[in-house]
């Protein structure tokens, strides 16, 4: 699923986790960085192309309970593969969303109970106790957005798409000052245009994040 930056967290999270149960090379790592990345970059393409070539301009309003808009996804794909496709892409549609929700219980507890370790001078990293424990905080407090959203699922959503886009350039460069301030072996250390690379997509981020706060606010 299209995911967003801070991932990356969690990615060398789960790889550090895999460290306890086998040998992680560099190589094995930067593959599983890149299949997970390269993936998301690729739906992320459907998921637009989707919106933009099969709803907008349709004139079609989205509905604003989840279970309205569950069926109307399912519908519109329905509508543009064929009928015989509707149980097919509602059954797709439901473990994509409960990967979805497994991982990100998984990682976001696994990343407060390392920042809980860090803060507390563990130095053997995540507890499993307290792994388990914000797992449940989590999933309870998830429940209750869900529940309290039931038939607001347009604010919900325009309320994560804002903070995603206020957000993302502040981790995009937490990302950028750890790479190149961390003490790594000459073989892990990025090259030059790499780093130029890292530059574009700074200066991309926060000007798209200056572009959305005028259109949304300034615009208005």
């Given at each position: ?23 992680v ?5 930067l ?33 604003a ?46 990343a ?7 803060l ?7 507890n ?49 000052q ?40 300034m615009?208005?």
């Open positions: 699923m299209p995911a967003p930056i801070e991932i990356s967290c969690l990615t060398s999270l789960w790889l550090k986790s895999q460290r306890k149960l086998h040998q090379t560099p190589q094995s790592a593959f599983d960085f890149n299949v997970g990345y390269i993936g998301t970059a690729v739906l992320a393409v459907v998921f637009l192309s989707l919106g933009a070539l099969v709803l907008h301009g349709s004139g079609t309003e989205l509905k309970s989840g279970i309205g808009f569950s069926h109307q996804l399912v519908s519109m794909y329905a509508t543009t593969i064929g009928e015989w496709s509707r149980y097919l892409i509602a059954v797709v549609a439901f473990f994509c969303i409960f990967g979805s929700t497994i991982t990100v219980i998984d990682g976001y507890a696994r407060i109970a390392e920042a809980q370790s860090l507390w001078g563990n130095e053997e990293g995540c499993r106790q307290w792994h388990n424990s914000w797992m449940v905080v989590l999933s309870v407090s998830a429940m209750g957005i869900i529940l309290f959203f039931s038939s607001a699922l347009m604010p919900l959503l325009d309320f994560a798409m804002i903070m995603a886009f206020m957000t993302t350039p502040v981790f995009a460069l937490l990302n950028y750890l790479v190149s301030n961390a003490d790594l072996p000459v073989s892990l250390q990025w090259s030059k245009p790499m780093k130029v690379l890292s530059i574009v997509g700074l200066s991309y981020l926060f000007g798209f994040l200056a572009l959305f706060v005028w259109w949304k606010w615009m208005s």
